[in-house]
């Protein structure tokens, strides 16, 4: 059943002024006053994520200062927000074949969903705890291997996490 | 003679001639295979199209035994055997579909990834790789092998235009039998012994005929790729458009690869008739360069000796008043073995309808010796067929005129003529040149005014090789004259998805025009009020005007093309 709204209209003379409604939120507020705080003063007082809290993704770059991504573009593929793109190219330098030439997640659209950290076969591309993201374009927003590498170190806590699922 | 074999329960009549695997496919029936290829010989080396073969059986007199109710027994033979090289016999029952033979396929699938590298990541036939999708369909998709797999050479250059991983290698043979048997150039073969099988080249020489690419694509796996396509792009990133090489006369059908507004490969199309399987290495290589790079992106305007960007509207105009000048005899119209069977003609229309002239022709590109057994022809040009049916003379029967300044203005298609210094100089007598083209080249150069004109890749049409085959374009690389999405191309997953601000969707579109639009405006110009909107318009009045077109359409060309009526006869 719906409800009936009830309209300025229908209230009497005692309801408009609202006296009695005043005094059930003043009471609620004081109550609270001296519970427990759940609140925080972000951003003085900074939080730190969960290992599991998926924040921007991120490359690992290991000790040589090369991607571990071997533009195999099967996160490009699986991104369900078409935020990856990829230009594989050909080296000779490392171990590995190819390499992202250019590598740019569009964080405009990506909505953080870890596909990309889950279907990489290369534990190359991770979930941050990075969650702050500021941009004042829209080109800013698109982040290369510049913005987009990490070192191995910084990413250990959640690489450790990952291989607990592998 | 025609036997009765029953496949699956489906009772089939066919040559006695074929094997189980092309009855199979030719009645609906595919059989997993990958060494086994049509246009090769058998060699049933893979063992993926393990079947179940039996006879009806037989009693001491030779009858044929029957059950209870009547119904022939069928006797199998003990073991599985392979349908690619089993010839079919009258009365012959095969299983393709039962439990035994799943098995034996898993067993197999299961041999052949025993020492095949996890590399379909990195590896540019994943997406249209044999052994990944029977992976899917025929394996179990566990492995259960504990140990090292045997470890190959990877990225060893084995001709000019192909690399090979031999760890990927499932040791089919396609490309050696494509060599020995299509090619008849025999360059690759087998060393070594069991799971150290590598597929190399004679001692000294390398995989260089000019067929050589056709291997990677016989390639079930991807041990043979493209030193040109590596890594470029994913196939499922791209779109795939049927298309016709414009290398020579032979007109080979193939399909266009496309990400992000450019082409990245081309592959051969299957078409009985005129390539089979098969395409040259340099129409592969060399056909789509001039699509991506040197365009010219908007018509020009040749002021004080500078080109100058400039509308269509300008350049038709400065074109028409130009023209004016002259008197008939006195332009020199010269129509394109590059362009389409629509281009030409509406050019041979306008010549004599709207600028009365007589002098009308066309330069052959013939590179004499340059031509082989398979597929390659000396006449460089895919339409030079269609040009003489129309009517168009012999260029080099004009030069004469030229020099002696008969000739004071000239229309030219899509062609670069002034490749050597004295047809050059011949057209410096010439007053005013226009011409449409796509490039820059030596010949826009000499030119007055330059329209943009679509590539093959852009435009919808036909051509007309050697024999007089009539076959389809289409375009697959927008321009500002069409759109991807409203015009109907192939469209990738990015091009549908995509929007207008992502990087990817902003490869470049030039401001070309499909030649016989460009001479439709230039001839409405001069007031011929002539009305076509689509290549098909125009492709429909020369079916009623040109004999040998008679009653062609675009919907009976499809993508297998249609001979032209009076050669029908020589083939
Ligand atoms: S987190 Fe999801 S949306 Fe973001 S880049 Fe990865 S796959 Fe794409
Ligand atoms: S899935 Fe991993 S290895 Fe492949 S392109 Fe993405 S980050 Fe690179
Ligand atoms: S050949 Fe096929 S199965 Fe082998 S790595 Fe390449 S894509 Fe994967
Ligand atoms: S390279 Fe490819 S085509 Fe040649 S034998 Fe090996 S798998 Fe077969
Ligand atoms: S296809 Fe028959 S054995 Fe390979």
Redesign the pocket.
Known sequence: MIKKQIRKNDLNFFQRTYITEIFKGLSLTFRKIFQKKFTRQYPEEKWNPPISFRGRPVLVQEKNGTERCVACMLCARVCPALAIEIQADETFEYSKERYPKKFEINMLRCIFCGFCEEVCPEEAIVMSQEFELVFSSQDEAIFGKDKLLIPKEKLQNRLEFLRQYR | MNVSITIDGKKIDCDFSKTVIQVAQENGTSIPHFCWHPSLSVSGNCRMCLVDVGMPKRNREGQIEVDANGNPITQFMPKLAIACSTQVADGMVVETKSDKIINAREAVMEFILINHPLDCPICDEAGECKLQDYAYKHSVGESRFEFEKVQKPKRVAIGKNVM?DNER????????RFCDEIVKEPSLVFSERGDNVT?TTFPGTSLDNSYSMN?ID????G??TSKDFRFKARVWDMSFTDSICVGCSRGCNTTVGVRNNEILRLTPRLNENVNSYWMCDDGRLNTFEFVNKNRIKQPMIKRDGKFSECEWDEAISKTISELKRFSPSEILVIGSPFATNEDNFLLKKFAKQVLKTENICFFNHIVEGNKDELLILEDKTPNSFALKEFGFGNGNNFLQMISEKKIRAVYLLEDNIATDETIVNLLSNVDFIVTHSPNLNATTQIASVVFSSSTYAEKNGTLTNFEGRVQRIRPSVATLEHDRALDGFAMSRLDQFGAHNDRWTKGEKRDARSSWKIILNVANGFGAKWKYNTAEDVFKEICLNVKSFENMSYAKISNKGLLLKKMEMYV
């Not at chain 2, 290698?169 to 050696?176: A, E, K, P, T, V």
């Open positions: 090979l290698c499932i040791m089919c043979s396609r490309c050696i597929l291997t016989l390639c079930p796996v041990a043979l």
